[in-house]
């Protein structure tokens, strides 16, 4: 079965994952969470999130005469969880990235 499941991902097409098994390895969750990153409107929600940390988050404050800053971390906008989906735009860049976490996903083409 995973042999069909790798020869279904092909490059520049649009298909859809959802997460069918719990995320046993930490791996395994960052990869996926970095595959969700790369849908559309995340990327946009986390350039607006990123703009705004910058303008307005940022605590400055004085230490031994220097300006020291705080920043505040990155926000997850997305979450590796089972029964979550997401579309990606396939390139050949994540073709191997996809493949290495397919056991825990399901396939199909949107």
Known sequence: ????????????????????????????????????????????????????????DIKYTIRAGRVWFDRPRATRTVR????ASFTLNITPQIINDLKSVLKYLDVTTA
């Open 1 to 56: 079965m995973a042999k069909e499941t790798v020869t279904k991902i092909v490059p520049n097409t649009e298909m859809t994952f959802t997460i069918v098994k719990d995320l046993s390895r930490p791996a395994a969750r960052k990869t996926i969470e970095r595959l969700m990153w790369m849908q559309p409107q995340v990327k946009k929600d986390h350039s607006m999130l990123q703009r705004r940390r910058r303008q307005k």
């Open 80 to 83: 590796a969880e089972r029964g």
